[in-house]
Nanobody, 114 residues
């Protein structure tokens, strides 16, 4: 399985971005999936996850601002990020939930300017 995160970029504080995670392979639909991020100088941290059936959970730092959703027909997961803050600046990764060590991709950079 390969996971490719995309959609990052530079945005001003208060702005929005939508990240995508495209998965190859047929097992995507059966897996709980998650978004993670790594800020400069910090360890990678969990952001949100979504079960195969669609139930979701969020880190407190993003709750109410970020929305995770998935399209199993397209083998794709998304993260809609609203009201972005400079502290959201990080490389964002997608993976299973909990993560599978072999499936970390390159991630996508999100930079929020103040």
């Amino acid at each position: 399985v390969q996971l490719q995160a995309s959609g990052g970029g530079l945005v001003q504080a208060g702005g929005s971005l939508r990240l995508s995670c495209a998965a190859s392979g047929s097992i995507f639909r059966a897996k709980a999936m998650g978004w993670y991020r790594q800020a400069p100088g910090k360890q990678r941290a969990w952001v949100a996850n979504i079960a195969s059936g669609g139930s979701t959970s969020y880190a407190d730092s993003v709750k109410g601002r970020f929305t995770i959703f998935r399209d199993n027909a397209k083998n794709t997961m998304y993260l809609l990020m609203n009201s972005l803050k400079p502290e959201d600046t990080a490389v964002y990764y997608c993976n299973t939930a909990p993560p599978t060590s072999l499936w970390w991709g390159q991630g996508t950079q999100v930079t929020v300017s103040s």
